[in-house]
């Protein structure tokens, strides 16, 4: 059965930092691609950053330049380092991992909270 699971989670201060760690386990297959995405209460989720099947990354206008998505292909493990995190980064976020065969999946999501 394959599993995801987001953790490093937490509450953090407005300029602080915070890693990520999205581990997927179950599967025979090698990660094609994963995106953090986060949802905040009332909002719809949306994407962060990604890294696609052809090795790029991608991230939101709203983190650019302050988080860095990263993948152990080896370990199948992503991370997400958050920099100078703003309350305005306070959400949910989830693990979203698409295996070269077998689908994607979703981890359950960890919570980060920014305080001003």
């Known amino acids: 059965q394959v599993r995801v699971v987001e953790s490093g989670g937490g509450l953090v201060q407005a300029g602080g930092s915070l890693r990520l760690s999205c581990a997927a386990s179950?599967?025979?297959?090698?990660?094609?691609?994963m995106g953090w995405y986060r949802q905040a209460p009332g909002k719809q989720r949306e994407l962060v950053a990604e890294?696609?099947?052809?090795?790029?990354?991608n991230y939101a206008d709203s983190v650019k330049g302050r988080f860095t998505i990263s993948r152990d292909n080896a370990k199948k493990t992503g991370y997400l380092q958050m920099n100078s995190v703003k309350p305005e980064d306070t959400a949910v976020y989830y693990c979203n991992v698409v295996f070269t065969y077998g689908g994607d999946y979703w981890g359950q999501g960890t919570q980060v909270t920014v305080s001003s």
């Open positions: 890294t696609t099947s052809g090795g790029t990354t």
């Open positions: 179950g599967s025979i297959f090698r990660i094609n691609a």
